[in-house]
């Protein structure tokens, strides 16, 4: 007689089978991802991966989907490897998924585009963020190994370009599990202090996973959480972190980030130079220019000032002067000679020449006799002779016929 089995054991059966059978277990398989909700509260994702023809149901635990570079999302192609098992609740088979990679793109590759795209949307790679390093630091930070090539190149550098630069060397992990979280914590010992201008954080150059770390979620949000300005060199030239795109400014190497980071002292010192014999040579054309508009400027104050009319007055002054001494001149001159004129003609007809000839003449009371009938019978009349006078009595006269 057959056996009877009972639902759960008949399913335990199954699942027994299935899990001893080698064929089921640790096996790849290629699918399209479909009814994925994101990851379930627990941690764990729940998905179902089909083709064409059948679909599978898959479950990935919280402790494997931890360790998966990349978000998968429904209709993306994957490589899934896992184990068949059987979930006895409702008697289906499911794989239990150890490993996920998207099939015919690197998982490595689609993380970092995935991860790109998110903190661009978010403003981290906003060139209005970006801020400005400081022209002359005077205290420098560098995150890397310890023990690499980076770190020494970098010291070099700051050391030969601008030795009064002080340099602080942060040892962080630059690859490896660790690496993101020792970045991460290495970030935020140089933000809580106060006195560092500039942070170089990088590495030499490696593979893409030597590199991963610089493209880590925490690694980024880090870096936009700084508060001092943040210098990337991950790699060389080529090589492209989502570290480079964060950061404040982007060097191809770390020896490059280490000549952005600080002045080069020698350079500084020829453009003083050259400064310098810039400013003499404005300054002595300035002299020369200020001496210029100075005699200029004397020049008009000398011609607007009064002291300068005031001679020109004077000056104008003494030849009026001068003039009126020579019309006084001619004009006295000229009156000599009219008085000598007019002395003349009087002295022509002078009542003394007259005496001198011989005639005299009679004053009656102060004037002069012309007529007889100007004076009585014993009136006294005074009679002037060219040398004395006489005075006499009228006793008779005679009327002019």
């Given at each position: 007689m057959a056996k009877i089995f009972s639902v759960f054991e008949l399913t335990a059966l199954i699942r027994q089978t299935?899990?001893?059978?080698?064929?089921?277990?640790?096996?790849?398989?290629?699918?399209?991802?479909?009814?994925?909700?994101?990851?379930?509260?627990?941690?764990?994702?729940?998905?179902?991966?089909?083709?064409?023809?059948?679909?599978?149901?898959?479950?990935?635990?919280?402790?494997?989907?931890?360790?998966?570079?990349?978000?998968?999302?429904?209709?993306?192609?994957?490589m899934i490897r896992g184990s068949i098992g059987v979930y006895e609740k409702d008697g289906s088979y499911q794989m239990h998924v150890t490993a996920m990679e998207p099939d015919g793109l690197g998982s490595l590759y689609l993380a970092y585009e995935q991860l790109k795209a998110r903190l661009q949307e978010e403003g981290l790679f906003d060139p209005e963020r970006k801020r400005a390093l400081p022209p002359f630091p005077r205290k420098v930070a560098v995150l890397t190994s310890p023990t690499g090539a980076a770190v020494r190149d970098v010291i070099n550098v700051l050391g030969r370009r601008y030795p009064s630069a002080q340099v602080l060397v942060v040892p962080v992990p630059v690859q490896g599990d660790a690496a993101p979280g020792g970045i991460a914590a290495g970030l935020g010992l140089v933000s809580q202090m106060t006195d560092i201008d500039v942070v170089i954080l990088g590495r030499g150059g490696g593979s893409i996973e030597e590199l991963w770390a610089f493209n880590e979620e925490i690694v980024a949000r880090a870096i936009a959480a700084c508060p001092h300005p943040v210098i990337s060199a991950v790699g060389h030239e080529t090589d492209f972190t989502i570290a480079d795109f964060v950061a404040d400014v982007r060097a191809a190497t770390p020896s490059a980030a280490a000549e952005l980071a600080v002045p080069d002292t020698a350079a500084l010192e020829a453009g003083l130079r050259q400064q310098s014999q810039r400013m003499a040579r404005a300054l002595t054309r300035l002299q020369q220019s200020l001496a210029q508009r100075l005699d200029l400027l004397?020049?008009?104050?000398?011609?607007?000032?009064?002291?300068a009319g005031l001679r020109e007055h004077g000056q104008s002054l003494k030849r009026l002067d001068e003039d009126l001494h020579q019309a006084m001149g001619r004009l006295l001159r000229d009156k000599q000679a009219s008085l000598a004129l007019a002395a003349a003609s009087l002295n022509a007809l002078s009542p003394l020449k007259v005496l001198a000839r011989g005639y005299s003449v009679t004053r009656h009371r102060g004037r002069i006799l012309t007529s007889s009938a100007t004076v009585e019978t014993g009136d006294e009349v005074v009679t002037y002779l060219r040398q004395g006078s006489i005075t006499s009595v009228v006793t008779g006269k005679e009327k002019a016929e």
């Open positions: 299935l899990e001893q059978e080698d064929l089921f277990q640790n096996v790849l398989v290629s699918g399209e991802m479909s009814n994925f909700r994101g990851p379930h509260a627990s941690g764990h994702l729940y998905f179902t991966l089909k083709d064409e023809k059948a679909s599978l149901r898959c479950v990935m635990w919280r402790s494997r989907a931890v360790s998966l570079r990349f978000s998968p999302q429904n209709g993306m192609k994957l004397e020049q008009r104050l000398a011609a607007a000032s009064p002291m």
